[in-house]
Structure formats: C-alpha cells, structure tokens
C-alpha cells in the first residue's frame, strides 16, 4: 500500500514535469490573411501610389506578406532583386518589428551585419530596415484611423522611393534631399 | 502513517515547484537580464520608438554612406 503511494505521487512528479515543458511555448497563430489570398489584385495597378494605396485599404499589411508571391516595392526596380528580396524575408521570418525598441535595433542591425566594422553595404541595408519601420508605424497609424489612406499611401511612396535610392547605389547627397522631404511628411502628421 | 503521507506529499510538492522553476529558470530570470542587458547595449543600440527615432537613426547612418 505504501509503496503504492510512492508510485503514484512519482508519477504524479514526472506528469506535472513533463508538462511545464510543454508548456513553455505556446505556438503562435498564423499571421492574417494578406491580399493575394483575398483575391484582391492591387499589382495590377500601373502607379506605385495607387497599389500602395490599394494594399492599404484591403488590409495587405507589410508584415504579413508573402514575399515568394510579391516582389517588394523598392526591390522591383532593381536589376537583380534577389539580394534584396532575401533581406525582407529575413527580416519577416525574424519578426524583427514585433520586438521593442533597442531589441529591434539589436535585430536590426545583427541581421544586417551593422555593428564592429560597418562596411556601407551594411549600412545601406540597415537603413532600408529603419525606413521599413517608419512604413510600419504609418501603416499601424493608418489602421487606427489617424492617419488618412491618401496621407499614408503618399508618406509610403516616399519611403519606397528612397529605399530604391539607396539600394540603386545613390550618394548620401541624393537621398539627404528626400530625407528631408519625409522628415517633413512625418511631422505633417504629427 | 498519516504524519508521513503528509510530509511526502509536501516534499513532492516541493519538487513538482523546483522542477518547474528550473524548467523556466529563463523565463523567470528575463526581466533583470534584459534590464541588464540594455543598460549595457544602450550606447550601441538605439530606442526605436518613435519616427524621430528612426529619422535620426537613418541620420547617423548616413555618415557611412559616400
């Protein structure tokens, strides 16, 4: 009978054991339906403005975009995209944008190699990431009604464009000029 | 008899907490750490948090752009 006893409560250890480990994660819900799965053909439009615009109104968020379906804005120009399109899938599949502040920069910057010795092409693609948080925040400023579809999709086509700058190669001289320009666009909204 | 069930049970007790503590030690432990941690990194990594963050952000990046 004792000994009984003895048997069940170690069991009753190792069940209550075995399931603190399965419960340290809980699994994430996948992320919503993006705009390709609703059927919803905002590439077809000829400007960038009014895909922008579109992809805003049907509720196609960066974030959750599918990237072997679409090409992202600012690598399409480019005549070899691959690079490019690689460093928005890495950063979606890190969930860099769901970590907070410095953690983000930690991010950031590991994915991209921009720390120690900072060549530019670290650099460039630093920024691009930083510029694809300010997009973030308008897209998340948009959906909470703060900030209009027209305002938004005009502060997103700036920043796709000065992403292409500095992805073309552009001198800092250039993209100063359209920086601040969305310095700006941001403090209009302010 | 009685006495010793109930000592037995509060030792399993006991256990069944420590297990589970040891199992989440990391959890437990991350609040002080990440404090730690970003009182250490602060100078190298930057408070995102605002638009003017990431506007002087990009700024400061721009220096090793030619």
């Given at each position: 009978?004792?000994?009984?006893?003895?048997?069940?409560?170690?069991?009753?250890?190792?069940?209550?054991?075995?399931?603190?480990?399965?419960?340290?994660?809980?699994?994430?819900?996948?992320?919503?339906?993006?705009?390709?799965?609703?059927?919803?053909?905002?590439?077809?439009?000829?400007?960038?403005?009014?895909?922008?615009?579109?992809?805003?109104?049907?509720?196609?968020?960066?974030?959750?975009?599918?990237?072997?379906?679409?090409?992202?804005?600012?690598?399409?120009?480019?005549?070899?995209?691959?690079?490019?399109?690689?460093?928005?899938?890495?950063?979606?599949?890190?969930?860099?944008?769901?970590k907070t502040v410095t953690e983000k920069d930690r991010c950031?910057k590991?994915?991209?190699?921009?720390?120690?010795?900072?060549?530019?092409?670290?650099?460039?693609?630093?920024?691009?990431?930083?510029?694809?948080?300010?997009?973030?925040?308008?897209?998340?400023?948009?959906?909470?009604?703060?900030?209009?579809?027209?305002?938004?999709?005009?502060?997103?086509?700036?920043?796709?464009?000065?992403?292409?700058?500095?992805?073309?190669?552009?001198?800092?001289?250039?993209?100063?000029?359209?920086?601040?320009?969305?310095?700006?666009?941001?403090?209009?909204?302010? | 008899?009685?006495?010793?069930?109930?000592?037995?049970?509060?030792?399993?007790?006991?256990?069944?907490?420590?297990?589970?503590?040891?199992?989440?030690?990391?959890?437990?432990?991350?609040?002080?750490?990440q404090?730690?941690n970003n009182a250490q990194v602060s100078e190298e990594y930057k408070n995102l948090q605002?638009?003017?963050?990431?506007?002087?952000?990009?700024?400061?990046?721009?220096?090793?752009?030619?």
């Amino acid at each position: 009978m004792k000994r009984t006893i003895i048997i069940l409560l170690m069991f009753t250890l190792l069940a209550s054991a075995v399931y603190a480990v399965g419960s340290g994660e809980i699994p994430r819900a996948s992320p919503s339906p993006t705009i390709e799965e609703k059927k919803i053909d905002c590439d077809s439009l000829s400007l960038r403005v009014d895909r922008i615009k579109c992809r805003l109104k049907y509720g196609a968020k960066e974030e959750n975009v599918d990237y072997d379906v679409r090409v992202p804005e600012a690598c399409r120009t480019l005549r070899n995209p691959t690079a490019c399109i690689a460093l928005y899938k890495n950063v979606q599949q890190n969930r860099c944008y769901e970590k907070t502040v410095t953690e983000k920069d930690r991010c950031f910057k590991t994915l991209v190699g921009f720390s120690g010795n900072k060549t530019e092409e670290s650099a460039r693609n630093y920024m691009i990431l930083l510029l694809y948080g300010i997009e973030e925040r308008i897209e998340d400023a948009n959906e909470a009604g703060t900030v209009s579809d027209d305002k938004a999709a005009e502060i997103i086509d700036l920043i796709v464009d000065i992403k292409q700058d500095i992805l073309d190669g552009k001198k800092r001289a250039d993209i100063v000029i359209k920086l601040n320009e969305l310095r700006q666009k941001l403090g209009s909204i302010k | 008899m009685k006495k010793q069930g109930i000592i037995i049970i509060v030792i399993i007790l006991i256990l069944v907490v420590a297990t589970f503590a040891f199992i989440n030690r990391d959890k437990f432990a991350a609040p002080e750490n990440q404090n730690t941690n970003n009182a250490q990194v602060s100078e190298e990594y930057k408070n995102l948090q605002t638009n003017d963050d990431y506007i002087n952000a990009i700024d400061d990046t721009l220096n090793y752009i030619s």
